[in-house]
């Protein structure tokens, strides 16, 4: 199909309409080039700008200065907190993500079922991923999982006695996954879409064919519903890897108690912006570029094994 | 066709309408000179909106004697202030007057951005001990502003409530500190809780003095083990007696502001700050609040208290209008005018003629602190010179390791070593 039309494009008319063409293609690149300069100035030149400032000792107040791969090697040879800071996202990456989506499928699956007011409960439901990320739910959080917050007065009521969560370095981390887990909407609401997508003949058949419930998840649900859970495991991957927002307010803008709360990216800003190692810093997010990129590789290396695509055979 | 042109020209238009809105964000950076030939000030400075009116307030003052110069304030929060201010130098777009604390004054000064202000600036009414605290290698690169003691603050009321008693605090030791916070939690039946924890370097400064250590030896900690352990062992006695909240809730509301401290929200008797927080924390809290010296090593020669510059004023060593930032600075600093505006908000005034002509004006909290202070005089320790580059973070890595002994999870031996180690390599750069 798509070779017809490139085809039929610049052989179907004579000179007249290639000189048209021709000037359409200039109109529409003149149009284009203020976002081009933007994609350049603003994006693709500090881009490579942090690339050469990983390679120098950079304080910000004085000029850079060539150090090699200093930054690199100084990160996984003389600096716990560097790979302390790699192992606090890990768990809250590893732990939340698969605790999100799951939740996200579960619901998803409920109110799939067609319930009355559904456009409601979806709203309600995806609410808390548009709050998520910001401020205002970081310091409620606080509140909540405070010595003396909600969760502690719950607690009381059946005689328990509480720590205060976000101020322990057993739980504090905890506390930022149960935030994470909680913003299950996005995940949910396309969850819900790849629902839609299945027919329900297969549904049908497998009833004939006297599946259960469980049995027509498995053998149905779950395969064709593969290439969505796939999809959104590769987005929050990526977006957990990058939280930031959440550690900065709940701890205080020092990823504490004792570290336990120190994210990858809180560190990075922690080096840049608190101990003026602006190099430093750079160097640490090419290796979280890099580290995000190979895991996104892996996912779908991975996926080949896994992820079932109806429609390729 | 006519719709190539109209093409043509929509394009135009687009690219234009980018253009006159880039044009609009660097609007009036000319070279420092504004479209009425007045020279153009860059000031920056952080706090809070109270601060900012104030300023403003100042400034148009300025503005009115020196009709030549036009000051622009660049006012942030204190939580994006040296964010904002390092890009901005980056930039070699340094404002030509600012605002810096004791603690990022080295990174500034000795990176070349600051200029020498000695001899450009009138200093004459400004104690020469505290002057000396903006100056580096006989550089006078910051001018303080006024100066605070970090001492400790106390609710009496409550105190009484819980049927404690104050001890004399010219005399008072650390186990007294200690059994008055457990005996006010205990008293109030655990309502009120004796006292909150700090983990401020100046606490551990002043504790250091009494045992004759200091904090920082040039570029090198000069604090010993034990000592460290020994200030450790006064908080763990506190959690233990449960005169301080349990490590976790401590951890908790460490981590914020003093408005939702013990002292502000009335949960607690005691807590230690900077002076200049007695009226925020009152304000807070509603009741009404008292500065305590701090405890005493039994037997100790020097309670170690001192005072700080609470802010200073710097020009940048870029700027092209030098003498009239140096003119601007002289202004905050000594004219009377622009004292009875800004009053105590940097501090009280670091000059003493213009402390003598606002001393009446000030809010009650802070002719508290000036009695205060003038009480305590002769026991203060010399102003400290500003701590080495890379003391901006000392606060959060003594607090880190606070932590991991609050929580057992490292030995107070094991932690006091890796402190210094830590502290060590982040000053010695």
Redesign the interface.
Known sequence: MTEVSVASGPAGGGHRSTQ?SR??AR?AY??L??WFVGLLVITIGPIFASLYLSFTDY????EAKWVGLDNYTKMFTEDPRFLNSLQVTTIYVIVSVPLQLAFALALALVLDRGLRGLPIYRSIFYLPSLLGGSVAIAILW?KVF??DGLVNAVLSVFGIQG???????DYALGTLILLHVWTFGAPMIIFLAGLRQIPSSYYEAAAVDGAGALRQFRSITLPLLTPIIFFNLVLELIKSFQSFTQAFIV????G????STLFYTLYLY?QG????D?GYAAAMAWVLLLIIAGLTGVNFLASKYWVFYGDTK | ?SS?KK??S???L??AV?AVTAACGSGGDGGGETADGKIKLRFSYWGSDARQKMTEEAIKKFEAKNPTIDVEGEFSDW?SY??TL??K??GSDAPDVMSLEIRGLR??AE???LADLASKVNTADVDAKVLTTGAIDGKQFAIPTGVNAFSLLVNKSLVEQAKAELPDDKQWTWDDYIALSNKVTSGSGGKITGTQLSWNPAYLQIYATQKGEQFYAGNKLGLTPETIKEWWSIMQNLIKGKGA????????????SIDQSLLGTNTGAMGMWWSNQLGAAAKASGSELDLLRMPKIKGATSGGMFLQPAMFYSASSKSEHAAEAAKFIDYMINDPEAGAIILSDRGLPASSKVLAAVKDKLPDADKKTLAFLDEAKGELTDPPAAPP??A??ME?IL??YS??VM?G?MTPDDAAQKFITEANA?IAG
């Open positions: 048209r000037r359409e109109a003149l149009f080039a203020p304080s910000l107040l004085e606080r405070g010595a720590t205060g969560w976000v101020g322990h370095p701890s205080g803008g020092r504490g108690p004792a570290d922690l912006f608190k101990n003026y602006m | 066709m190539g093409m043509w929509a394009a135009l687009a690219t980018l939580a040296y964010e390092s890009t130098v980056a990174e500034y990176r070349g951005t909240p349990d490590a976790a809730k401590s951890s908790e509301i460490g981590a914020t580059k890379g901006s973070a959060d607090t880190r932590e991991e929580f999870r982040s």
